[in-house]
């Protein structure tokens, strides 16, 4: 399983990124599919998650901003990330559990600021 994240960088507050995960070494369309962030200093914390179905769940924080999706066709995942603040800045990670093992990538950084 390889989980690879890119998209992310720096922008002014309200800005937008489109965050991808690229996979492979699993069936992709079969399992839910999750983003988290880490910011400096904090624990890793869910962003939002993507059912092989389409059905979405995002976390308080976030909703109204970020959209989850994916294309089970590309293996990949994404992240639009809109209206962006400075609290969203942070490590954005894609997960998902294979088989009872969480699998993450190494990351894509976000930073918000003026």
């Known amino acids: 399983v390889q989980l690879v994240e890119s998209g992310g960088g720096r922008v002014q507050p309200g800005g937008s990124l489109r965050l991808s995960c690229t996979t492979s070494?699993?069936?992709?369309?079969?399992?839910?599919m999750s983003w988290y962030r880490q910011a400096p200093g904090k624990e890793r914390e869910f962003v939002a998650h993507i059912s092989p179905g389409g059905t979405t769940a995002v976390a308080d924080a976030v909703k109204g901003r970020f959209i989850i999706s994916r294309d089970n066709a590309k293996n990949t995942l994404y992240l639009q990330t809109n209206s962006l603040k400075p609290e969203d800045t942070a490590e954005y990670f894609c997960n998902v559990n294979y088989y009872a093992t969480e699998y993450w990538g190494k990351g894509t950084l976000i930073t918000v600021s003026s």
């Open positions: 070494g699993f069936t992709f369309a079969s399992f839910l």
